[in-house]
């Protein structure tokens, strides 16, 4: 078992609706999660971080926080041909990040 | 641009050759870590710096592979005998905190 698992994808979305991505660990001792947005090509960059049970929402992003399920997810609200980019998910181990391989999402016009 | 920066964007070389990329990290970030990633894959750890401290190395990383970070500000990844199997983009990221990382563009290494 990876210790991020995310769905590969790809995870195709029509423009202005919601895209919902997930990500599952396997540490229950890991107290931070972080989504990272990939565009092709480029670097990942950081677009929100949860520490605690519960919702965070920063513009149309909302991430969602289950440690009893150990699961966190990215929600994308009225989403944008822009949107367009792999997400990956990661968590907080020893002061490094383990990564998941991401989930490709396609936002269709 | 108070960014990570990676040199060179781009590198081409043949098997058995010597290669070496450079990063200069956000100035104040103290912690700097190298990854590599391959398509469709997240990113795999490589080695971390903590000022220039080299504190964590992949078991999964050959001999071939060394890294530096001498005064603790820009780093170095040297990729001895290169092989077909290091291409790969080459990722270098920093952060004050250990947990939220700044990456710069990277080096897509491609080994013929």
């Known amino acids: 078992q990876k210790e991020v698992e995310q769905n590969s994808g790809p995870l195709s979305v029509p423009e202005g609706a919601i895209a919902s991505l997930n990500c599952t660990y396997s540490?229950?001792?890991?107290?931070?999660f972080f989504w990272y947005r990939q565009y092709s090509g480029k670097s990942p960059e950081l677009i929100m971080s949860?520490?605690s049970n519960g919702d965070k929402e920063d513009g149309r992003f909302t991430a969602q926080l289950n440690k009893a399920s150990q699961y966190v997810s990215l929600l994308i609200r009225d989403s944008q041909p822009s949107d367009s980019a792999t997400y990956l998910c990661?968590?907080?181990?020893?002061?490094?990040?383990?990564w998941g391989a991401g989930t490709k999402l396609i936002i269709k016009p | 641009d108070t960014g990570v920066s990676q040199n060179p964007r781009h590198k081409i070389t043949k098997r058995g050759q010597n290669v070496t990329f450079r990063c200069d990290p956000i100035?104040?970030?103290?912690?700097l870590y190298w990854y590599r990633q391959t398509l469709g894959q997240g990113p795999e750890f490589l080695t971390y710096?903590?000022?220039?401290?080299?504190?964590?190395k992949s078991r999964l990383l050959s001999d071939r592979f060394s890294a530096e970070r001498p005064k603790g500000s820009f780093s170095t990844l040297e990729i001895q005998r290169t092989e077909q199997g290091d291409s790969a983009m080459y990722l270098c990221?920093?952060?004050?905190?250990?947990?939220?990382?700044?990456f710069g563009s990277g080096t897509q290494l491609s080994v013929l």
């Open positions: 949860i520490y």
């Open positions: 990221a920093s952060s004050d905190t250990g947990e939220k990382l700044f």
């Open positions: 540490d229950r001792g890991s107290q931070s």
């Open positions: 100035s104040e970030h103290n912690r």
């Open positions: 710096f903590q000022n220039e401290a080299q504190l964590e």
């Open positions: 990661a968590v907080s181990k020893n002061y490094q990040l383990i």
